[in-house]
């Protein structure tokens, strides 16, 4: 069964510094995705992970993957308020529809 | 254009009323899914289309029932609903794998409905 962990679940961090958020999955995977939910809101796409060793950058966030450490780590730089909200990692179940969601990290980050 | 439309943006029903939640995209995408989430959890997938055709439903009660009358909308009819299922309703789409196996792509959801049931 394929699990996927976040950690931590919950950050309070404060502008202008660096933290990053962990998510571990259980079994072979080759995808991996982050989304960003604010409050009251729905999901937004922030990046899809391919391969092993992928990383991809937007702004002040940059996603890793290492499929053999089967982790992804999203890095938040320099952080500002906008970036407050709560992150979602997901991993496909190979060859079909379905996502396995991580529990989400809640970021606070205050001005 | 990544935009998935939803409406009602809110809805309040009673247990014995019968509404519809609809969900639109115009991305050519041909699957097609409904997520159900509560406060500070992840989203639950529901049901998923692919090609207008009933791919998964994950054991959800039948007061809930999906359709898809082409391939740009999806409709989820909810009927005798109970305080518990009270929640944000999202519509997520995205695009399909070629050839036999189904690929996972990247899904874009649209902006949510928020069901209250009384």
């Known amino acids: 069964e394929l699990k996927v962990e976040q950690n931590p679940l919950f950050l309070s961090m404060q502008e202008g510094k660096n933290y990053t958020i962990y998510c571990n999955y259980s079994?072979?995977?080759?995808?991996l995705y982050w989304y960003r939910q604010d409050p009251g809101k729905s999901l937004e796409s922030l990046f899809v992970?391919?391969?092993n060793g992928a990383v991809k950058q937007e702004g002040r966030l940059m996603a890793s993957l290492d499929t053999k450490a089967r982790l992804s780590t999203l890095h938040i730089t320099a952080a500002v308020h906008d970036l407050s909200a709560t992150y979602f990692c997901?991993?496909?179940?190979?060859?079909?529809?379905?996502?396995?969601w991580g529990a989400g990290t809640k970021l606070i980050i205050k001005p | 254009d990544t935009e998935v439309t939803q409406t009602p943006k809110h809805l309040v029903m009673g247990m014995t009323n019968k509404k519809s939640l609809k969900c639109e995209q115009h991305?050519?995408?041909?699957?097609m899914y409904w997520y159900k989430q509560k406060a500070k959890k992840p989203p639950e997938l529901m049901f998923v289309?692919?090609?207008?055709?009933?791919?998964i439903n994950e054991s959800v009660p039948s007061r809930f029932s999906p359709e898809c009358p082409n391939s740009s909308l999806l409709n989820l009819h909810l009927h005798a609903l109970q305080p518990e299922d009270s929640a944000l309703y999202l519509c997520?789409?995205?695009?399909?794998?070629?050839?036999?196996?189904?690929?996972?792509?990247?899904?874009?959801f649209g902006p949510g409905t928020r069901l209250l049931v009384l």
């Open positions: 997520a789409s995205s695009q399909v794998g070629q050839g036999a196996v189904a690929v996972q792509e990247t899904q874009y």
């Open positions: 991305m050519g995408h041909r699957a």
């Open positions: 289309y692919s090609y207008e055709k009933l791919s």
């Open positions: 079994t072979t995977s080759d995808r």
């Open positions: 992970l391919l391969s």
């Open positions: 997901a991993v496909d179940m190979d060859s079909n529809y379905q996502l396995i």
